[in-house]
Nanobody, 119 residues
């Protein structure tokens, strides 16, 4: 069972770190997605559990960093230089296979954590 945490209210330009615990299995990939009201859930970043290979959406590349701690079975999303447009509910997810940006192809989901960025 995936548990996401770490959301909150921050100012533009600040940093925030999200955590997702409770999964971490060999041959799985872990991902972070986000969703705002009225919009579809979108891919933010993904990481392979075995090798730590990462993928980022263009909108967060260079600002966000995904990582995992195998011992703690935890995936992190370090969010730096946040912008107002990063405001969303962030979800962690897992699937077997490769990292994909297609939301429908991820089948384990945690509850969301709200990130609000004030400008």
């Amino acid at each position: 069972q995936l548990q996401a945490s770490g959301g909150g209210l921050v100012q533009a330009g600040d940093s925030l770190s999200l955590s997702c615990t409770g999964f971490g299995r060999t041959n799985y990939v872990m991902g972070w997605f986000r969703q705002t009201p009225g919009k579809q859930r979108e891919f933010v970043s993904g990481i392979t559990w075995n090798w730590g290979t990462t993928v980022y959406a263009d909108s967060v590349k260079g600002r966000f960093t995904i990582s995992r701690d195998k011992a703690k079975r935890t995936v992190y999303l370090q969010m730096n230089k946040v912008k107002a447009e990063d405001t969303a509910v962030y979800y962690c997810a897992a699937r077997v296979g490769d990292i994909t940006t297609k939301t429908s192809e991820w089948y384990f989901w945690g509850q969301g954590t709200l990130v609000t960025v004030s400008s």
